[in-house]
C-alpha cells in the first residue's frame, strides 16, 4: 500500500482523482500542508525531487517520486481501480486517455471564460460544445447498459472522466443542456455520491442556469486588456465609422450577392486548402515517427535537417500575444491542447513543438512549427484560424545558425530560452 506526500495548491482537480484512487486503495496520502504554488515548487529541494517543478507530485515514503497526475493516481490505486485483467486495464486506460485528450481541452474552451479567467471566443465555444456534445453522445451510448464505464465495480476510469466533467456539470451543463443525456446523468451523480468521492470533493451541486462570459470579471483579472477596450471605446465617432463602415459594406453586398443566387444552382464544392502546397521531397509522416522513437538530439534533429526541403518546406516561430491573460499553469496547457486540437487538417503537412515556460500566473507559450510550402500553415483556411491571431510568427531562416539552434532547442525541450524554464509543452504531429 502507498503512503506518501502530495504536493499540490487547493481545487486541483487533477489532485482530485489522486486523493480519491486512495480513497478506495486505502493508501495514506497526505496532502502537504504548507504547500505554495509559485514558491515551495521553486525551492532547491523541491527541484531537487520534481526537476520539472510541476504539480500535482507526490513523494512516497520509500522515496519514490512521481509527477504527472495519472502516473500518481495509479501508483496510489489498487487492483480494482487499475482493472483485474489486461482487458479491462487496457479499457481503463483507453477512458484515461480519452478524459484528458477529448473531454478537458474542449470542457477549458467553454468553462474557462465563465471564470473570467480566458477571453471570450464565440468560434471557438460554439465548437467546444459541439465537441463536448460528441463525447456525452460516446458516454452515453456507453452506459446504456452498464453502470460502470468498465467492469462491475468503480475504476480510474470513472474517476478521471468523473473529475475532467466536474467543471462542466457545476458551471454550464443546465438541466435543458444535459437532459438528453440521462446515461451519463444517472452515471455521474453514481460516482460523485460515492463517499470516497465525497470525501475529496464534497457535495456537488449540478448546474441550474449555464454560466455565461463575465466580461467584468474579465476585466478585473486582465485590467491590460481592459485599458486597451477604454481605449478603443475612446476613439472618435468619425474614425471608428470609418474603420467599420467598409467592412458592413461588404458583408451587405455579399448578403445581398447570394440572395440573387438562384438555389436550383449546385455551388461548387469547397476547394481543399492543402490542394495547392508544392510537392516537396521531405516526408512528414518519416520526420515523426524519427522524432517519436529516436533519440530527439543525437537522431531526430540531424535526421530534419538531413532531409528538409527548404525550398518547398518552411519554419516558423510563434510566441503567445497575450501572456499576461494567462494564469494556471494547467489552464495554459489546456488552451495549447485545444488549438492542436482544433487544427487537426494541418496533421499531414505540418509539425509543431508548443512550450510553456514558467508557473502559475507568470508563464508564456512560444514554439516552432514546420509547414509544407512557404505559407504559414495557419493562413491556409479560415478553419485554421481560431487561436492562430493571439500569436506573433516569425518565419526561421534554416541556413542562419541562431535560429536552426532555436529551432533545435524547441525540438528537444532543452538549451537557452533567455532564462526561461521549461514547464510543460505540447507536440503537434
Known sequence: MATGTLYTYPDNFRAFKILTAAQYSGAKVTVAPNFKLGETNKTNGFLKKFPLGKVPAFEGSDGTCIFESNAIAYYVANAQLRGENDKDAAF????IN?????????????VFPTYGIMQYNKQSTDKAIEDIKKCFTYLNDHLLTRTYLVGERISLADITVACNLLMLYKQVLEPSFRAPYGNVNRWFTTVINQPQFKNVVGTIELCEKMAKFDAAKFAQLNPKKQKESKAKENKPAK???????????KKEK????ESEEDDDVPKEPKKNPLADLPQTTFDFDVFKREYSN???ITEAIPYFWKHFDKENCSIWFCEYKYPDELKRVFMTCNLVGGMLQRIDGLRKVGFGSMII??????????????FKGKKL???????????????DFKELNPDNEDDRKLFNAYLAWEGDFGGKKVTDGKIFK
Open 357 to 370: 515556460f514558467g508557473e502559475d500566473n507568470a508563464n508564456t507559450i512560444s514554439g516552432v512549427w514546420v
Open 377 to 391: 500553415g495557419f493562413e491556409l483556411s479560415e478553419d485554421f484560424q481560431i487561436d492562430s491571431p493571439s500569436y
Open 254 to 257: 455579399k448578403k445581398k450577392e
Open 98 to 110: 480519452f478524459a484528458d485528450n477529448e473531454i478537458l481541452p474542449p470542457a477549458a474552451t467553454w
Open 294 to 296: 529516436k533519440d530527439t
Open 92 to 95: 481503463i486506460q483507453q477512458f
Open 239 to 249: 474614425e471608428q465609422k470609418k474603420k467599420e463602415t467598409p467592412k458592413k459594406e
